[in-house]
C-alpha cells in the first residue's frame, strides 16, 4: 500500500544532476524541512518504522551531519538516548572509529565509547542512501 505520507516527502526532495561533482545526482532533503507539516509526517513514518522493527530500541545514533536531523527528534518520541556518529576529530574521551568511502569522498567516523553498553538495541538513523557504504 502507498504511503501519502511518503509521496508527499518524495515530491519534495530537490533533484540535482552534478553535484558536488560531474555524475552524481545530488538529492537535496532540506526542501523537506522547510514545511513543517512534511517534515512531521516524515518524523512520524521513521517512528513508526523503528517501532515496528526494532520495539526494544535503547539507543538512537545519528551519522553526522544530516543523521543529526532526524536522530534526536526520533529518541524524544521513543524515550531513547541519542549518541552521535561524528567525523574524525570532533568528539572528545575514548573512541571507536572506522574508516570509510563514499560517493564522493572518504573519511574516518568515531563514535564515543562510552556511549553505547555491550548488547544493547541501537537504530542507527540517517538523511539517505547512496552507495550504502555509512
Ligand atoms: O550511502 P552512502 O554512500 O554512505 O552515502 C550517504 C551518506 O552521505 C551523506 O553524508 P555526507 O558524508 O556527505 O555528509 P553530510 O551529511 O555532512 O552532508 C548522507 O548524509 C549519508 O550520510
Ligand atoms: N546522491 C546524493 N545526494 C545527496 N546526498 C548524498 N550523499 C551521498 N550521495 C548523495
Do not use: W
Not at 526494544?56 to 543523521?67: A, D, K, P
Not at 532526524?70 to 521513543?78: C, D, N, Q, Y
Amino acid at each position: 500500500m502507498t504511503d501519502s505520507r511518503i509521496e508527499r516527502v518524495k515530491s519534495l526532495i530537490k533533484d540535482h544532476p552534478d553535484f558536488p561533482k560531474p555524475g552524481i545526482l545530488f538529492r537535496d532533503i532540506f526542501p523537506v524541512l522547510r514545511n513543517p507539516a512534511v517534515f512531521q509526517e516524515l518524523l512520524d513514518v521513521m517512528v513508526e518504522q523503528v517501532k515496528a522493527k526494532a520495539p526494544n530500541v535503547e539507543l538512537i545514533v545519528g551519522l553526522e551531519s544530516r543523521g543529526f536531523l532526524f536522530g534526536p527528534s526520533i529518541a524524544l518520541k521513543l524515550n531513547c538516548g541519542f549518541a552521535p556518529v561524528r567525523k574524525k576529530g570532533k568528539l572528545p574521551g575514548e573512541k571507536e572509529s572506522v574508516a570509510y568511502a563514499l560517493e564522493y569522498g572518504t573519511d574516518i567516523f568515531e563514535v564515543q565509547k562510552e556511549a553505547f553498553k555491550p548488547g544493547q538495541s541501537v537504530v542507527i538513523v540517517d538523511d539517505l542512501l547512496a552507495t550504502g557504504v555509512q
